[in-house]
């Protein structure tokens, strides 16, 4: 009877640790769920996808060129998609950098982004975006991305965008890069090109050279559009030369010639007359 007592306490007792070690599991199991839940849904990003790109690139490049040509048959891995923070003082240069992977279909996504400023930089060796940089504001809801061109003072807060894993960025192709010369240029690239290029790279300099250029040939396109104005005109600039030249010789002061030989004559005829 005592062993059989014993045995069913002990029995009772492994039963209840056991129960106790299942709810234990049971209950981690729950709180992990409920964790990874709140985690997904508290965890906030976006998607972006590249637009446009040709699926063939023609380079034109000089015959016999020994110049290496860039692979052009592997443009996803072409790209570099960098998000830069913000959030950390502006003064420092090493800011934090999340390089994001672009997918055969162009595709690219940041994931579990803190709330702050984003700095959102597109590139790629092979082409060229209408806007490859984006300034990106994260919120506690909403992502909102602007528009920031190089070298300006502040992003452009009429372009604001809102993305997300279901709204994505889209990042328009504008142009293939193009890295040789070409065989055939065309005079406004020669003249571009030239030592006097700058002069049509300004436009206040391409103005001054323009006028100057019209003024030093009026006269002469004018003989041959209206001959008698060119006439005219010149006859008019011939008799201002030549008023000019009357003024200024009855301006001058009257010339006294052999001035010694007249006052030793007056002098000579003064004696005279005290003599008489």
Do not use: W
């Not at 000019?244 to 005279?272: C, D, F, H």
């Amino acid at each position: 009877m005592m062993n059989g007592d014993k045995f069913l306490k002990a029995f009772t007792q492994s039963n209840k640790e056991n129960l106790t070690r299942e709810l234990f599991t049971m209950k981690s199991v729950v709180v992990f769920i409920l964790y990874y839940c709140i985690a997904v849904v508290s965890a906030i990003g976006f998607k972006g996808v590249i637009e446009g790109i040709p699926e063939q690139v023609t380079i034109d490049l000089p015959k016999d060129s020994i110049r290496i040509v860039p692979n052009i048959d592997n443009y996803p891995q072409r790209f570099k998609v960098d998000l830069y923070s913000l959030n950390d003082d502006k003064k420092q240069a090493d800011f934090k950098q999340v390089t994001a992977v672009v997918s055969k279909d162009y595709q690219f996504k940041f994931e579990d982004l803190a709330i702050g400023e984003y700095e959102l930089v597109i590139s790629s060796y092979d082409f060229t975006f209408v806007h490859n940089r984006y300034r990106v504001r994260v919120d506690r809801d909403t992502i909102t991305a602007y528009q920031d061109p190089l070298g300006e003072e502040t992003y452009n807060i009429t372009s604001a965008i809102e993305v997300s894993k279901v709204k994505p960025l889209k990042i328009k192709f504008k142009q293939v890069k193009q890295f040789y010369p070409k065989t055939g240029q065309s005079l406004a690239d020669m003249v571009i090109n030239s030592p006097f290029g700058f002069i049509f790279k300004n436009t206040t300099y391409t103005v001054i050279f323009v006028v100057c250029m019209a003024i030093m040939a009026a006269p002469y396109i004018l003989q041959y559009v209206n001959p008698e104005l060119a006439a005219e005109l010149n006859g008019k600039g011939l008799q201002a030369s030549e008023e000019k030249v009357v003024r200024s010789s009855a301006l001058e002061p009257p010339t006294i010639v052999n001035t010694g030989e007249s006052t030793a004559t007056k002098k000579s005829g003064s004696s005279v007359k005290r003599r008489r």
